[in-house]
């Protein structure tokens, strides 16, 4: 199983909110489900949570970065998408679409019309967690 996670996702984890902790935890222990990234979405992991709002300490920021490189798996995105609601979401609508991704999981409400584009199943960070993560323990 692919799955592609949006950056809020990432940072929400990274405070230890349970929902997005637990979703993080369950895509990477899963030996036949994938984390999926793009050079553009790992970036933008990169770049948002070394942001001086978010106060992560380097140490703290360096284990993440880390993290991020060795828990998923890099796609190649071809050819990217264009999405007016939200142009900065476009980057994970791409990555879903090349990797053929059988989720993308969200906390942005951004990407309901999405669900028009993709084959990709968009699910909330809770409904991620409830439908697909908790029916695999």
Request: net charge negative; hydrophobic share 45%.
């Amino acid at each position: 199983m692919k799955v592609v996670i949006d950056t809020n996702v990432v940072v929400s984890a990274a405070f230890k909110n349970k929902d997005p902790e637990a979703v993080l935890r369950a895509v990477v222990t899963h030996s036949d489900w994938e984390w999926i990234v793009s050079a553009e979405t790992l970036a933008e992991y990169r770049e948002v949570l070394a942001r001086p709002k978010f106060d992560l300490s380097p140490t703290l920021l360096s284990q993440w970065i880390t993290f991020l490189e060795t828990a998923t798996v890099f796609v190649e995105v071809p050819i990217g998408l264009t999405y007016p609601p939200d142009p900065t979401d476009a980057k994970f609508l791409a990555c879903a679409h090349s990797a053929q991704a059988d989720w993308l999981v969200t906390g942005d409400r951004d990407f309901t019309q999405a669900r028009k584009l993709l084959t990709t199943t968009i699910l909330s960070v809770s409904q991620f967690k409830t439908l697909v993560c908790d029916p695999a323990s």
